[in-house]
């Protein structure tokens, strides 16, 4: 009998809502792309085997913690226990094809992990050049990034200005920049908040930049140009950040395990020849990043990242 009111629970009705498509351990296991949390898949029964109690609150219990995670709800249905007949629960099967609508959706999040900083110090002498400096956060395979988007878990990608130390226009003026871009934020599975800071001329705030959208090229999120009021004649120099990925790393459809962004200072000729001031500054980036949250019952399956 299919699994309907009224009916029995057969081990093929079983089977069809853990691995029928876009069912049950799509979400909650391995899945492919931006399904799936890497947890441990739950077993299918041989055909005429009996769902026992045991295996059905098992189901149900770790359907409420997917949908947990996703609205702070569970499902409504409780666990049955041993000795009750199985029968149809509306509430599982729905619940099933909701936990799989709603994968990317999360209630909460877990702890962040703050960097330190690191301190760089453009100095060019022409004036004229594009100086790039980079970051990266290191999972420890594709699947593992995976599982880390999947769940909630995203990076926040700051730049603050630091000192002009050459103590020139052009350094004020790209110190004006970086303050302006601020750095990104909330850049999750498929999209991103963008640029933190406000000011300047913004060329490119590109919201729909995520993990999922990665390759192994540099795409701008943000860019942001002298607004050519405060620093003539620098008005052609700009400040971006970018980001790319290593590349696929498993059979899942990952988007890399290595996550590289990117700020890149442009101090643009300007024709004026004596006006080609250098740009001796510091200023500081920092990779930080929230983790998937476990409170719900889901295990880390992302493990601990690391930055550089």
């Not at 619940?95 to 992990?113: H, K, W």
């Not at 705030?205 to 540099?218: A, H, K």
């Amino acid at each position: 009998m299919a699994y309907e009111s009224g009916g029995i629970i057969s081990a093929t009705d079983y089977n069809n809502l853990l691995n029928g498509t876009n069912k049950f351990n799509k979400t909650w296991s391995t899945g492919s792309g931006d399904a799936g949390y890497g947890q441990t898949a739950v077993t299918t029964k041989s055909a005429g085997d009996t769902v026992t109690a045991t295996e059905w609150a098992s189901l149900i219990n770790k359907l409420n913690i997917v949908r947990t995670h996703q609205t702070g709800a569970g499902t409504g249905v409780s666990a049955v226990v041993s000795g009750d007949l199985i029968q149809y629960q509306i509430g599982v099967s729905g619940g099933v094809d909701l936990a799989y609508t709603n994968r990317l959706a999360f209630n909460a999040q877990g702890t962040t992990s703050t960097d330190a900083g690191t301190s760089h110090n453009p100095n060019d002498a022409d004036g004229i050049a594009t100086l790039t400096y980079d970051r990266t956060i290191t999972f420890s395979s594709g699947d593992a990034a995976r599982y880390f988007f999947n769940a909630g878990g995203e990076i926040n990608f700051d730049l603050t200005a630091g000192a002009n130390t050459g103590g020139t226009s052009r350094g004020a003026q790209i110190l004006s920049l970086i303050t302006a871009v601020g750095g990104i934020q909330d850049f999750r599975a498929v999209d991103n908040g963008g640029r933190t800071g406000t000011g300047e001329t913004e060329t490119t705030n590109d919201l729909t930049i995520g993990y999922y959208d990665l390759t192994t090229s540099f795409q701008t999120i943000s860019r942001v140009d002298e607004s050519g009021a405060a620093y003539t004649p620098y008005t052609a120099d700009y400040v971006y950040v970018q980001v790319k990925s290593n590349g696929a790393q498993g059979a899942n459809g990952d988007t890399g395990n290595v996550i590289t962004f990117r700020v890149g200072l442009v101090l643009a000729a300007t024709g004026a020849g004596s006006f080609n001031d250098s740009a001796n500054v510091t200023f500081t980036t920092k990779m930080n990043w929230t983790y998937p949250e476990t409170a719900s019952g889901l295990s880390n399956t992302w493990g601990t990242p690391t930055r550089a």
